[in-house]
């Protein structure tokens, strides 16, 4: 079975501060990662996917198969970061929702201190 | 709406009592789903609609779960004889197919519906 794994429930930064969230998954196959990102009060949202390869308000992912790993990473943390992030993972008929669904992470919440 | 509009945001039931909520997706996408998402969990895959037909309930947690999209826009998820252990947010998300022109994979969300059972 596919699986995603958050470690950190909670992370806490200084502003300016690197941040990291971790990511690892078990899948068999090639799968599509992603990052969903809940801000307070506001609906679930995709932040960025691995396949675009993109930076989405300075923040980057990178898939390494290798360690099955997505973590998501920013250089320099801003107050605005602070929110839910959830990782997913699309993988084969067996994720829930055939080939479109999406298998999620429990969620870090990351908290960006003043 | 531009947006996945869920209905209602907040219910409060007794334990035994049937809910009903809904979900207006995105005008034009095709596939449907819900999740569950208990306080602090990820959420989990509920059930899929790909139009009016429902591909897979596998995450279903029992027959009390039932839910529809009969004419292949709006669909309700139905709760029977709630339980405690129902109190949680259904989502509902809506995309594209994959495969036709536009997919980009990304499910948009509702707001989500939250469901207290006392």
Not at chain 2, 84 to 107: F, H, I, M, P, W
């Amino acid at each position: 079975a596919q699986r995603v794994t958050q470690p950190e429930k909670l992370l806490s930064v200084f502003k300016g501060a690197p941040v990291e969230l971790k990511c690892n998954y078990s899948y068999s196959g090639s799968p599509e990662l992603f990052w969903y990102v809940q801000y307070s009060r506001q609906r679930l949202q995709l932040l960025l996917r691995h396949i675009s390869r993109e930076s989405i308000k300075g923040f980057t992912a990178d898939l390494n198969k290798g360690e099955t790993s997505f973590h998501l990473k920013k250089p320099f943390a801003q107050e605005e970061d602070s929110a839910m992030y959830y990782c997913a993972l699309r993988g084969g008929p067996y994720s829930g929702g055939g080939a479109d669904g999406l298998t999620f992470g429990k969620g870090t919440h990351l908290i960006i201190q003043p | 709406g531009a947006g996945v509009s869920q209905s209602p945001r907040y219910k409060v039931a007794k334990r035994g009592q049937d809910v009903a909520l809904r979900c207006d997706p995105i005008s034009g996408h095709v596939s449907l789903f819900w999740y569950q998402q208990a306080l602090g969990q990820g959420p989990e895959f509920l059930t899929y609609f790909q139009n009016e037909a429902q591909l897979d309930k596998s995450g279903l947690p029992s027959d009390r779960f039932f839910a529809e999209r009969p004419e292949g826009s709006v669909s309700t998820l139905k709760i029977q004889r709630t339980q405690q252990e129902d109190s949680a947010v259904y989502l509902c998300a809506s995309s594209k197919r994959s495969g036709l022109a536009g997919y980009t994979g990304e499910l948009f969300f509702g707001e989500g519906s939250r469901l207290t059972v006392l």
